[in-house]
């Protein structure tokens, strides 16, 4: 589903961009120039003429600002195309799972969709997974610590007691720790479908089926 109020902007917007504010600026310096130039000359003495090199060299001035302002103009108009390409090929993604960091995951009767990634120095990974309600079911090690790696999170889906849990939606931290026990980053990461696109002023977002909403340019991966 498609915001159809803010993917409207893609269309069309009443908001003067950046070279337009610059070129009413700019008018209106060519209509001051000129309102002073035709001043001067009027009032100037017959036998001590004004000297036209400081004129020229305004308008010499004024002209480079204007190629300038031009140059702007077409790269917003650039800028406003690819926008709308990449707006495109986001809406695509509609309807398709995508992989993405996330601490939300959605267990279904099929899959536990979890992995992670840990940079550099981690020698030890926990995975620890809550349900909506804050409460911990259960803490898992890390299978492997290699930097960089894809780790898939496999779970038996029984809780700390190893009583059944149902599907439903859960809060994931990943906490990595090097040999002498400080922190090491670990990013856990999802598959989950793409619902709507909305677009923002930040730019395309993903409304995801575990709830969350997340920027189209943290996708890793669509499957």
Same mark, same amino acid.
């Given at each position: 589903m498609i915001n159809a109020t803010l993917a409207s902007g893609l269309t069309g917007t009443t908001t003067q961009s950046a070279s337009q504010v610059s070129s009413n600026e700019l008018q209106e310096s060519y209509n001051s120039? #000129?309102?002073?130039?035709?001043?001067? &000359? /009027?009032?100037?003495? =017959? #036998?001590?003429?004004v000297d036209s090199t400081q004129f020229v060299s305004q308008l010499a001035q004024l002209t480079? %600002?204007?190629? /300038?302002?031009?140059?702007?103009?077409n790269l917003e108009s650039i800028s406003s195309m690819?926008?709308? +390409?990449?707006?495109?090929?986001? +809406?695509? +993604?509609?309807? *398709?799972?995508?992989?993405v960091p996330s601490s939300q995951v959605t267990m279904t009767d099929a899959e536990f969709p979890l992995s992670y990634q840990v940079e550099p120095g981690a020698t030890d990974v926990k995975? *620890? &997974?809550?349900?909506?309600?804050?409460?911990?079911? *259960?803490?898992?090690?890390?299978?492997? %610590?290699?930097?960089?790696?894809?780790?898939? %999170?496999?779970?038996?889906?029984?809780?700390?007691?190893? #009583?059944?849990? =149902? =599907?439903?939606?859960f809060r994931i931290e990943i906490a990595a720790t090097d040999v002498n026990g400080d922190p090491i980053a670990a990013t856990s990461l999802t598959t989950a479908g793409v619902e709507r696109v909305n677009f923002?002023? *930040?730019? =395309?977002?993903?409304?995801? /089926?575990?709830?969350?909403? %997340? #920027? /189209?340019?943290?996708v890793r991966s669509v499957l």
């Open positions: 120039f #000129l309102t002073l130039l035709t001043a001067q &000359i /009027s009032n100037q003495d =017959p #036998l001590e003429p480079q %600002v204007e190629q /300038s302002i031009s140059t702007n103009a690819l926008a709308t +390409m990449g707006a495109m090929s986001d +809406m695509q +993604m509609i309807g *398709r799972n995508v992989l995975i *620890r &997974i809550y349900s909506q309600e804050g409460s911990l079911v *259960r803490e898992l090690t890390g299978s492997s %610590v290699a930097d960089g790696e894809l780790i898939d %999170v496999a779970w038996d889906r029984r809780d700390a007691v190893g #009583l059944p849990t =149902p =599907p439903g939606n923002t002023a *930040r730019g =395309p977002e993903l409304q995801l /089926s575990n709830g969350e909403t %997340v #920027l /189209s340019q943290v």
